[in-house]
């Protein structure tokens, strides 16, 4: 079975400029999170989406947004790009079956560089 | 609020020795505690979890680590190190209610040296 799968794997913005990240997470599962990791830190809870609905967001600006598909997929937006978006973009999908306990599948990341 | 805390950026050891990743972790209600592990280039991969079971809990690649609520630790280890074990390491704790929040330490990253 396919796991978290993110798209782009890499690339480089200017400052200014807006971005979209996508992910698709396993299949049969029906939440997402998104996570900002900078380089030499751990990852930084951004949103998650459960059902297409937003149901719970972090300490981030309103230059991120995020929203889920009908098939559970994801975009995650980010408005007027800032040296310090620089990271790496982490997706991560939940089994249904895991009742609360907040154990995450993650992809591999997408790489965002701002120059 | 909830926190965690991971003592010591870089731990360094040789094949075949102990390993001993720090984690202390704060909450005001029982929490369930992670440890993932991030190879180079990759995503974060579950090693072992704590949901208020056992407190000793197992995980892949040889690893355990034991809940201790009198020192709000929750400490990695290993008894013999392989060089495949060189990656970083995240501890993370999640609230116990409906939501997929973790909370992740700054992370520890674990060389092995022949």
């Known amino acids: 079975d396919a796991g978290v799968t993110q798209s782009p794997t890499h690339l480089i913005k200017t400052r200014g400029q807006h971005v979209t990240l996508r992910c698709s997470p396993i299949?049969?599962?029906?939440?997402v999170s998104w996570y900002q990791q900078v380089l030499g830190q751990g990852p930084q809870f951004i949103f998650q989406?459960?059902?297409?609905?937003?149901?719970g967001r972090g300490n981030f600006p309103d230059r991120f947004s995020a929203r889920q598909f009908p098939n559970y997929s994801s975009e995650l937006n980010v408005n007027a790009l800032l040296l310090g978006d620089s990271a790496l973009y982490l997706c991560?999908?939940?089994?249904?079956?895991?009742?609360?306990?907040?154990?995450?599948?993650f992809g591999e990341g997408s790489r965002l560089t701002v120059l | 609020a909830q926190s965690v805390t991971q003592l010591g950026s870089h731990v360094s050891v040789s094949e075949g020795a102990l390993v001993l990743l720090r984690c202390n972790y704060s909450s005001s209600v029982p929490p369930y505690l992670f440890w993932y592990v991030q190879y180079p280039n990759q995503g974060l991969q579950l090693l072992l979890k704590y949901t208020s079971a056992a407190t000793l809990v197992k995980g892949i690649n040889g690893f355990e680590a034991e809940f201790k609520k009198s020192e709000t630790s929750f400490h990695l280890t290993k008894p013999s190190a392989h060089m495949s074990d060189a990656a970083e390491y995240f501890c993370a704790v999640s609230p116990s209610g409906g939501y997929n929040k973790l909370i992740f330490g700054a992370g520890t990253r674990l060389a092995v040296h022949p």
């Open positions: 299949s049969g599962h029906k939440s």
């Open positions: 991560a999908s939940k089994p249904p079956t895991d009742q609360n306990t907040g154990e995450l599948f």
């Open positions: 989406y459960y059902e297409k609905e937003e149901r």
